[in-house]
């Protein structure tokens, strides 16, 4: 594309930003959030489907597992960091004990999957990365785990390790406990 085409069609993009921003904004937020809650649905069936192949118990969406992911998702995002541990280096059992409480039981377990792409993203993708690295796969076949809480987020121009693309970032917390 040349440099006149790409700064004419730059001008375009910028006019109809400043006619109809403000609600096609507010309207491709909301389906990108209604995308985002689609794909956690989806990478949830996609877990449980490899689950049942490999004659595992299926997981219960926890929505206290899922309220952690959510927030270390958009953490991630938000900081530009990518790592199971906080920012401010709180251990990821701990930030989940959070909204997965372990109090009141005598047996309590958690593990997380993360993943992030700058390309458009399936469950089907998420799972086979995931299936790809020992450590992610042994927490995809864990016996132990019996709930679930999945987190998609959209991040535009995402700073840190994610140089300024617009990325997906997935959090998948794996939870346990028993009175």
């Known amino acids: 594309m040349t440099r006149s085409r790409t700064l004419r069609l730059a001008a ?3 006019a109809v930003v400043a006619v109809g921003g403000t609600a096609s904004a507010a309207h491709s937020a909301a ?3 209604t995308q985002l809650r689609s794909l956690n649905r989806q990478v949830a069936a996609a877990i449980n ?3 049942r192949t490999h004659n595992l118990a299926p997981l219960h969406v926890s929505v206290g597992l899922k309220a952690a992911a959510r927030q270390h998702s958009l953490e991630m995002g938000s900081d530009g960091y990518f790592d ?4 401010d280096g709180t251990p990821f059992w701990k930030r989940i004990q959070h909204h997965y409480p372990s ?3 005598h047996y309590w377990t ?3 999957n993360l993943l992030w792409s700058s390309d458009s993203l399936s469950a089907t993708d998420a799972l086979a990365m995931w299936i790809a690295s020992p450590e992610h796969l042994a927490n995809l076949k864990s016996k132990n785990w019996r709930k679930l809480g ?3 987020v959209l991040v535009p121009d995402a700073g840190g390790v994610y140089g300024g693309s617009t990325v997906t970032i997935i959090t998948t917390d794996f939870g346990a406990r028993r009175r």
């Not at 199971?84 to 920012?87: G, I, K, L, N, V």
């Open 31 to 33: 389906q990108r959030e």
């Open 49 to 51: 489907a490899f689950r």
């Open 12 to 14: 375009l993009l910028l």
């Open 150 to 152: 999945v987190s998609a």
């Open 103 to 105: 109090t009141n039981y």
């Open 110 to 112: 958690v593990g997380e």
């Open 84 to 87: 199971h541990p906080s920012a």
